[in-house]
C-alpha cells in the first residue's frame, strides 16, 4: 500500500506530505489567528493540532499546479481562484452538515456573507506561489528526514486520533454544546 503510486509520487510520501501541510496549516492559522484575537487561539474543528482543509489545499494545489509552477503570475491567479472556490464548498457543507462555519470574515472588508473574503482570496494566491518557492522543498525535507517505518507509524497514529477527536467534536457540534455567538465550536 505504502508504495503505491500516487500522483507524482508513492503514498508514502503523499500521506506524510497530507500530515505535515495540515499541520503546518493548523500552526500558521492559529498564530495569526492568535495575533488577531490578543490571546492564544486554537483554529480548526478539531481539538488538536491537525486541519486536513490545509493537507488538502497544499497537497492538491502542489499536484494539480505543479505544471504551470514556473508561471508565478498563472500560478497566482489559479491559487486565488481555485482556493476560493475551495473555500466555498467546504463551508456549504459544513453549512449543510453542522448547520455552522468554523470561521468568519464579517468583519473583513469586500466579504461574502462572512465565509469568502478579499484578504483571504488574495492570500491564496501568495500561498501557491510560497508553496513552488520554498514550502515544498521543506516539507518533503522533513519527511525524508525520518525513517519510513516511524513515518508510517506517524500517519497510522495521527489518522487514527483525527477520527477519534473528530468524531467527538461533530457530536459536541451537534448537541450545540460548545457554540460561541457565531456558531464555531469552543474548546
Not at 498563472?74 to 448547520?99: D, H, I, P, R
Not at 468568519?104 to 482570496?121: A, M, Q, R, V, W
Not at 477520527?163 to 448537541?175: E, L, Q, S
Request: aromatic fraction near 20%; include cysteine.
Amino acid at each position: 500500500m505504502w508504495k503505491m503510486p500516487f500522483f507524482t509520487t508513492d503514498f508514502y510520501h503523499a500521506a506524510n506530505w497530507f500530515l505535515l501541510y495540515s499541520m503546518l496549516g493548523w500552526l500558521l492559522e492559529s498564530i495569526y489567528m492568535s495575533f488577531c484575537n490578543k490571546r492564544l487561539t486554537n483554529r480548526g474543528f478539531v481539538r488538536g493540532p491537525i486541519c486536513p482543509i490545509y493537507g488538502v489545499g497544499f497537497l492538491g494545489a502542489y499536484f494539480l499546479f505543479k505544471p504551470i509552477a514556473h508561471n508565478w503570475l498563472l500560478l497566482y491567479v489559479v491559487g486565488c481562484v481555485s482556493a476560493t472556490a475551495l473555500e466555498f464548498l467546504v463551508a456549504q457543507v459544513m453549512l449543510k452538515t453542522l448547520g455552522a462555519v468554523w470561521w468568519d470574515y464579517k468583519e473583513k472588508p469586500f466579504n461574502y456573507k462572512g465565509i469568502l473574503c478579499l484578504e483571504s482570496t488574495l492570500a491564496w494566491g501568495l500561498y501557491a506561489i510560497c508553496l513552488f518557492a520554498f514550502v515544498h522543498d521543506g516539507i518533503a525535507w522533513v519527511s525524508d528526514s525520518y525513517s519510513r517505518t516511524f513515518g508510517k507509524l506517524l500517519v497510522i497514529l495521527a489518522a487514527v486520533y483525527y477520527i477519534c477527536d473528530f468524531t467527538y467534536c461533530v457530536m459536541r457540534a451537534r448537541r450545540n454544546e460548545g457554540l460561541d455567538k457565531d456558531g464555531i465550536l469552543t474548546k
